[in-house]
């Protein structure tokens, strides 16, 4: 038997199997064929790589490809998505719009926790907004500042941290209990403690930690976007978390309003660090005064405080707070993380 009758001989007894194998080796060569074409006529090169459970091809030439861009890059130094001036800041939206949270089909997960899909930010950013029966002041920041730390492309998540009981209101000790507690979240690069009443007028004014502490709100309206005083630093502060540790944080003898901030700058200063400003062309705010609620007016003891000894960061501050009476309780909204604390200036319970 030639060669050839073979052949036939074996096609006519497996005619299906030869055909099924001859289509599967045809559909191969094919898609390879396809593949070469069209990496060789684009120039670039792919991988694909595995990322919060999906899986997605990246292109590894330059980057920037149409669709995604590769996952182990970081995000740019200047974010594409800024547009500099606000057209406007509706301090009148006092009503929480869901539609930012992811189960309203936005992109704000459970706790205000958001980062970029496409890029690894350079900044992880931690917000503490002091707060106190302000609900509506909180909706609006929320509805307005949200879109601004996405666009700046941060990796970010809101505290908002709620003094409740009728003791008077201590800025200072609530931010120092709430610094702690966002340390069980996340390493953070940088702590900003944020007034809630303080809505930024331009995207470009960037919340990302630089290299020394910062006051950021420079220009607010209220004041005619002036610095009253070079030792001002109240409204918005950026530290690191090794400057905030390393000033020992907020002095927490500061009960009722005022005096904490320009105490604050003292210890700046008294630690060899540099307080440095952006300029006020881009660092400008509206201040929202709807339903400004205050508890407690200006202390006459508090500014006998402000250069006191009992208030030197040697003595007082974030390794004190366990003097402190009070209770704590966090659970995660739907656009923020609620740190609830019942700090009592008397004897209580302690936590």
Known sequence: MTLCS??????????RGFVLVFILYSVMVIRKLCCDFSIEETGLSTKTYSNREKWITVNTTNGTP??????????PDVSPFLVGQLEFVDINATSL??????????????????????????????????????WEQLNTF??????????????????????????????????NIGFKETLKYDDYDCHVFHDVDLLCETD???????????????????????LPYKGLIGGIQLFSKEHYLKING?????????????????RIRMKGL????????????????????RSDGWSQANHRLIYNRRTRPVVDGLTTIDKLHFTIETRESLLYTLVSIDLRQRKGRRT
Not at 158 to 173: C, L, R, W, Y
């Open 6 to 15: 073979m052949i036939l001989y074996y096609v006519r007894r497996f005619k």
């Open 274 to 293: 540099k307080l440095i400003r952006p300029s006020i062309d881009v660092a400008r705010y509206k201040m929202n005064q709807n339903n400004h609620f």
């Open 97 to 134: 719009n869901l539609n930012l949270s992811i189960y309203y089909g936005g992109e704000v997960e459970l706790g205000g926790f958001w980062r970029p899909k496409y890029c690894n930010a350079r900044k992880k950013v931690a917000f503490l907004i002091p707060f106190r029966n302000r």
């Open 250 to 266: 907020y002095s927490n003898q500061f009960w009722g309003w005022g005096g904490e901030d320009d105490n604050l700058f003292r």
């Open 66 to 75: 149409a669709n995604v861009v590769e996952l182990l890059a970081h995000c």
């Open 142 to 175: 929320l509805n307005h500042m949200h879109p601004i730390f996405q666009k700046q492309q941060l990796d970010y998540r809101i505290f908002v941290i709620e003094q409740t009981g009728k003791d008077k209101f201590n800025k200072g000790a609530i931010y």
């Open 204 to 226: 470009t004014n960037y919340y990302g930690c630089p290299n020394s502490p910062m006051h950021l709100s420079v220009g607010i309206d209220k004041f005619n976007y002036t």
